[in-house]
Every structure is written in C-alpha cells, then in structure tokens.
C-alpha cells in the first residue's frame, strides 16, 4: 500500500518543470568529490571517472531541456540556447582564469606564469582539450609541471560538444516531420543518436590504443559518453514503464557499477574505450532509473540536503579545485593530514563563495535577455557583492596563507642537508674538479642565482638538435641532417640511445670535435639502446612498435658505418616502461640482459662507452617560484637511476665496453641541484639544457682521456 502510494504521488509530480532531480544533483556530487580526491590524493584510482560521469549528465540535461523546447514551441530557439549556455559557463569560468593567471604572476616563475597565461586563453575559448592534447604528446612537455587550468579541458569538450548538437538535433526533428514521421521523432532521434555513440565509441576504441593521451582529450573520442546521455533523454517516455519498485534496485545497480569503476579503472587503463563503458553506462542506468518520478525512495546518500548542495555548487567546484591544489602543492613541501585538510576547506569556501557570489546570480538574472527583471535584480546583486566581498577576500588570503604555514622545509623530505662545502679548488683544476665545486656551491646556496640564460620558457633552452633538422627522432630521411663536428671527417662516432642522449649532443660534440671526430645522432625520444620491449609512455598500454623497428634501423646502420666510438645513453624512467611490468630485480635483471643482448650487436671493431643517464633533480620549471628557495628544487638520486646504472655497468663489464658515471657531475652526497653557478642543468628534470651540455664537454673529454679513448 505504501509502495503503491508512493508511486502514484510520484506520478503526479512527475509533471512538474523546471526543478532540478534531487538524485541528479546527488550524482553531480558524487562526480565532483571522486573526482577531487583523484587530483588531491591519486585515490580512488579511477577517480578521473568523475568527469565521464559528469559528461552522462550533462548530456541528459541539456538535451532534455531542448526537447521540452521542441515539444512547446516546435522549434529550438538557437539563440536562446546559446545564451543560456554563456551565462551558465563563461562568467564563473572567466573569473576562474583571471584569479588563476593573477596568482601565477605572484606564485609561479616567469615560464610557468607565461605557460599558464597560454592555457587560460585556450579555456576562454573553449579550446583547451586540444591544447593539453597537444602538450600531452608533445615529449617535452609531458614532462613539465602541471597547469593549474588543466581541467578547463573537459568544459572545452562539452561546449564543443554543444556548438553543433542543437543543429543536429533540430535537424533531425525536422526530417522526421518532412518524411511524415512527426510521431516517431523520438525514436528516430534515438536511432540517429545511438549511430553517433557507436561512431564515437569505435574511434575512441582506436585512438584509446595509438594515441592515449590524444583519445582522452579528444571531443570525438568522448561525444559518445554525452551521446549516451542524449540517448536516455530520448528514451525517457519509456522510462515510465519502470516498475516503481525496481527503481532503488536500479539506481543502486548504477551506483556499484560507479563505485567499482573508481577502484578497477587505474592510469594505465585503455580509456576511455572501451573501460569507460562501466563508469558510463553505470551513470546512464542511476539517470534512467530516477527517470519520469520525483520520489527516489532507498537513495537518501545521493538526495539528502548535503549531496544536494554540492551537486548545486559542483560546477563552481570543478572550476576551483584544481587551481587551489596545484598551487597549494607548489607552495607547501610537507604534504600531511593538516595540508590536505587545508586544502579542502579552502575549495569548500572558495567554491561556495564564488556560486553564490558570481555564478548562481548571474544564472538567474537577465543579462543578455533585457528586461526589467534585470533593474530589479541589480540592486540585489550588487548588495550580495558589498556583503560578501570581503570574506571572499579573506578566504583568498586564507589560501594562500594557509599553503604558507603548511610549508615546512624541515620537514620536507627532499633533501637532507649537505655536508660542508669542501674547498677543492686548490687541489683540483680539472675540469671535473671545478664542476663538483659548483655543484657544492650550488647545494649549499640560499639565495638563487641570476641565471643566465634566465629562466623564462624552459623549453627553450633544450638542445639545439632537439628540433634541428629533428633529430630528436633520426630516421632514414633525415640522418644525413643529423651529422656534427667535423663533417668531412673519416673518423666518427655513432649517439645511440633515446632523448636523454640526444641531450648529451653538445657536450659529445665539445669532447670529440677538437680530436677531429664526425658525430652522427641515431636516437629517438623514448626509444632505449636495450633490446627490450618498453611502452611509448608511462600511460600507454601497448608496446612501441616503432621503437623496435627504430632499433633495428639503427643496429643496421651501426654496422654499415663501422664507426671508432659508439656512446650510448638512456633515460632511467625506461625502466618503468617495460612491457613485462617487471620490477625491482627482475627489471634490473631484464635490463642487463636486454642492453647486454644491444651491446653484442655493435661492430667488434668499435670501442663502445655506456654513458649514465643525469640523475636529474626537479624541473625548474615547476619548482623556481618568487617564494622558493634553491634546496627546494634538490633531488636524492632515484632508485630507478640506481637500477639502470647496476644494470647498465654489468653489461658493460662483460662486453668490455667503458661505462661512465655521471653522478659525481651531478650530485654530491647522492644530492642533485638543478643548476650549478649561474646555469640551469635541466630544461625539465632529466633532460640537459644546450648551455649546461655544452659546458660538459670538457668535463666529457676528460673521461674519454680517463678510460683510453683519444684522438
């Protein structure tokens, strides 16, 4: 009887417009929170499902809303849309950016500020999923420091989205009136929808595998996930053929299929097809099933009055979590239970502030519409902003204040502190005497230098055979591109190896070219020397093809050219990305193996040097700010280094090949800075600037002398 009850006064209410599904908002929260904790945490693993989920909704919603439209007027007032979409998105993003780029300028080095200046232009415009898109699978910046504005990517894909969907959903009503259909529009918008998420879900499952980082940016490989939620807006007549008694059963089917999503969905997950169907398809069934009623009866957690008021503000949430954390990591070393609690209070305020200061009043009001509502709800606006704006202000200062106090450099776990520069300038005048002083000089440092060149936009200041004549990947068509020093020169020696040697170019070149050697570069970014396979990135799930048949270009060519010397260097995260998934000693046996197996390929007649990879330290980048000091940019040797140099140096004592270690040039007391004097080491936090490598080459030439090579 109660049931029966409840299903009948849901019924009737069900009618009713313009209230917002209190199961809906419920889901908003859910969507934002996890998807707060990923970016905060790293946990739930999936918890970048958020956004999918988020994708679901928006789709329903706003294709529900142009259906109401259609079915009233028998039209889709385009302008109309338009105009609601401005109001709902630009003004409380706008200010996002503008605090976001304001507190870049106060925070972040010049190169970060510039940077994050760039990104916030492409967020205006709605560009900015092809903008990461393309920083993502852009080598060098994939390794740089994230952009505060990074989640502006996903409003970019919805309003893309949302440019063309009315045109095609107006066209498709219209051709089920003109063809005589006009009482199957619904179904015949349903069939042309599900063509378009299966077209979107196939490429997504091809560009998922070739080109992840690009799938999970791309507004093709996602239209499906907000086709899916246009579907259920199609499909909602037949939603009131539910059972209300399988409702709760259903919503809460959708719900596990969620919260599983967030826990068997990981990085390296091929997503998002096809492992985004579960997050997706889960969050179509919990719309569905709250569909066509207004009682949701069992779902308390997702329509209580707390889960209501976040899914109100989870907009306002999106748009400032990001930027708090990022700045907030940036400014605060020690990162305990009292910074995360920090951290989420402030967006907690700032969010709240922002809604009910900038984006629910300007949601409600006329501007862009006219009218005399808007005079009469000038005044009440304008009284919100002198009464709140000085706690606005405050909650700002809050944040800023409160990532200060956080910050702790005793506690920090960076570095500890160097033991007493020791003057070896009178004992030692080599050149690599005269490095270890600087690098001392450099830990022991308080105050940062006036580096030359400055630090600006670190890219800049890669290797100039980085993109000369691209030769960060050498191929058949662009080798003979690839040649330094002297160039007509009947002696030679072959670079072996990925992008981290291809940034020891100018200090081999400085070592070689006096005694007269050619040096041809045969390397490729993220290709290694070892005969092994690696995937292209840390969030790619299949192998690299292309490395393996680099590899065997290269070892062919090796061979033809039969040159005297042979150095190789690769970088130590390769050892992250083998195929195997192999760890700790299996990865470092594998590796030994595998770079012993490339050793033995190399003519007999050449003498071959395995050069160590940089131990690296932290990217400038990201860790020179107006607030920071020199050790906050220092970096321990990794374990990764510590690997591949155990590896490395036992394949080379079996083929009696010279192995160099580096580390002493880079760090002391297995401590590394990220300049030395007045010079920037790293352009990001492995890989050489030209300056730095250039600088090297005498110390480079003094090892070769050092291990018996010579003019």
Known sequence: MVLTALRKRALKKSGSKGSLRPDIQGLRAFAVVVVILDHMLGWPSGGFVGVDIFFVISGF???ASLLREHGK????????????????????STLTLLVTVAAASLFFGQGRFLSTTTDAISALFFSANWNFAAAGTDYFQSAGPVSPLQHFWSLAVEEQFYFVWPWVLLGTLMLAVKTGRQGSARTLGALGIAIICVASFAWAMHESTSSPTLAYFS?????????????????????????????PFLAWAGTAGMIASLF????????????????????????????????????????????????????????WHFPVIIFAESLALDRGVAFYAIVSVVIFTVSAYAYHLIEDPVRKSEWLTGGGRRMQNRQPINQKYKMTALSFLAVLTLATTSAAVVSNPSTSAV?????????????????????AVRIQAALAATDWPDFEPAIANMADQRVPQWTENGCLDVTPGNIDSCVYGVLDSQKTAVVLGDSIATSWLPAVIGALEP??????????????????????????????????????????RVNELSPDLVIISDSALSIRRLVSKASGPAAQAEWTAAYSSALGSLPESSKVVSLMTPPGAKNLQECFTPLSKPSDCSAPV?????????????????HDAVFIDTKPWFCFQDV???????????????????????????????AFRQSGISG
């Open 219 to 247: 507004t093709v490989s996602r239209a499906w996930e907000l086709g899916v939620g246009a579907l259920l807006a199609f499909l909602a007549p037949w939603a009131s053929r539910i059972p209300f008694a399988a409702r």
């Open 638 to 654: 990794p374990a990764d280094w510590e690997t591949l140099k155990a590896a490395e140096s036992a394949a080379a004592a079996d």
């Open 515 to 556: 005694n007269g050697y050619r040096v041809q570069a045969i390397t490729k970014q993220g290709c290694p020397f070892a005969r092994t396979e690696v995937f292209a990135n840390m969030s790619s799930t299949t192998p690299y093809a292309a490395c393996t048949a680099h590899k065997e270009w290269a070892a062919e």
């Open 73 to 92: 007027t028998g039209h889709i007032s385009f302008a109309g849309f338009y105009r609601r979409r401005i109001k709902r998105i630009l003004p409380a």
């Open 61 to 63: 919603v706003i294709t």
């Open 415 to 435: 570095t500890a502190a160097p033991a007493p520069l020791a003057d070896t300038s009178a004992e030692d005048t080599t050149p690599t005497g005269q490095l």
């Open 672 to 702: 590394c800075p990220a300049f030395a004097g007045n010079r920037a080491i790293f352009a990001d936090a492995g890989h050489l600037t030209g300056a730095f490598s250039e600088e090297l080459g005498p110390v480079l030439a003094q």
């Open 264 to 319: 068997l969905i990981t990085s390296s997950s091929v997503f998002p097809a096809p492992t985004g169907l579960l997050p997706v398809l889960s969050a179509a069934l919990f719309i569905f099933a709250g569909t066509g009623t207004s009682e949701h009866p069992g779902l308390q957690p997702f329509t209580n009055s707390v889960s209501r008021y976040l899914g109100d503000i989870s907009y306002s949430l999106y748009l």
